[in-house]
């Protein structure tokens, strides 16, 4: 595949993915609330359930979203019921100022919570099918530039990603009293309901 189209197609990724959509409310929302240190479940299910979506157009698999659409509807508002228990949790959630008083959150739960949070969004597959035919003959496609494609689009959804993770850490650490990391986790919790809001409306 020629440099220049994936060149193209991770610029238009980065400004994607730079943009704050649900799926970066949450990320963001997490991290405020107890930090960075077990996110990486929740990132790694975002970035496969991305890959997913983008092997999809490639492939012209995108019919798959409208026949299984109740399933892909499921996945949806399970996601969504998640999230706003979460958001819950978070507006309950006891003042603590140190990371090290936190529990451990569940990675098998953090990665279901990030798969359905980006599988239960179809429209990503759209963005994708918008765009690829613009930069590539996907009728030529071989595997191997499918492959270039999904490593381009680790590379700048990681990049992106954990600099959001970084700016919500540096914002976490700011927070020096008990009345500023309540007042952060409800504003967690509303990024949070905020968050389920987007992809229920969707």
Do not use: H
């Not at 994936?6 to 980065?14: K, M, W």
């Not at 409208?66 to 399933?71: A, G, I, M, N, R």
């Amino acid at each position: 595949m020629e440099t220049t189209a994936l060149i193209i197609f991770a610029a238009a990724l980065i400004v994607t993915a730079g943009s704050p959509g649900p799926s970066i409310a949450a990320l963001v929302a997490r991290v405020l609330a107890r930090g960075p240190r077990d996110v990486l479940p929740f990132l790694s299910a975002m970035w496969i359930g991305e890959a997913v979506w983008l092997t999809c157009a490639v492939w012209g698999l995108s019919s798959i979203a409208t026949t299984y659409q109740l399933v892909f509807s499921m996945i949806k508002w399970a996601g969504v019921v998640y999230l706003i228990y979460l958001a819950w949790k978070m507006w309950r959630a006891p003042v603590v100022m140190g990371q090290e008083d936190l529990p451990k959150g569940s990675p098998a739960k953090m990665f279901a919570a990030g798969l359905t949070v980006t599988l239960g969004n179809p429209k990503l597959v759209a963005f994708y099918l918008a765009l690829l035919p613009t930069i590539i003959d996907l009728s030529t496609l071989t595997v191997w530039g499918w492959g270039q494609l999904v490593a381009t689009m680790l590379v700048v959804l990681i990049a992106v990603d954990l600099a959001w993770v970084l700016l919500a850490t540096q914002a976490r650490r700011l927070l020096r009293s008990e009345r500023a990391v309540r007042a952060a986790n409800r504003c967690s919790a509303g990024m949070m309901a905020a968050a389920a809001s987007a992809i229920a409306a969707r």
